[in-house]
């Protein structure tokens, strides 16, 4: 599970730094960061895929967003006996603390 969320988030980061980075331009110097890079890699990835450059980073986004739910999902299906487990005890403890502040008789002063 450790390496699946490994070889999920560092490509994740990588790409979403890198896109930030170089559609703002700030390159520190370094080629791959500029914008002129960020446009050529657009423009080869629409060329290949036969799409306009300006539709690739939204079809991106929606694939990162479909991962991240998928290996969320995956995550929370592995956990799910502990996750429910919780669940259950908070259910039932929230019951039955109100079911003891209820049935207190020295809730009030009055007489």
């Known amino acids: 599970m450790k390496w699946l969320l490994i070889f999920w988030f560092f490509p994740v980061t990588f790409l979403g730094l890198w896109y930030g980075l170089s559609?703002?331009?700030?390159n520190f110097g370094i080629f791959m960061l500029r914008r002129d890079f960020h446009d050529l890699v657009f423009a080869i990835y629409g060329q290949t895929l036969h799409?306009?450059?300006e539709s690739i980073p939204p079809l991106a986004a929606r694939a990162i967003a479909f991962?991240?739910?998928l290996v969320f999902g995956i995550i929370?299906?592995?956990k799910r006996k502990p996750i429910l487990a919780w669940l259950h005890n908070r259910r039932n403890g929230a019951q039955g603390d109100a079911e003891a502040?209820?049935?207190d008789d020295n809730l009030s002063s009055a007489p």
């Open 67 to 69: 991962d991240t739910v």
């Open 51 to 53: 799409l306009p450059p």
């Open 101 to 103: 502040f209820v049935k």
């Open 23 to 26: 559609y703002y331009d700030m």
């Open 76 to 78: 929370l299906w592995r």
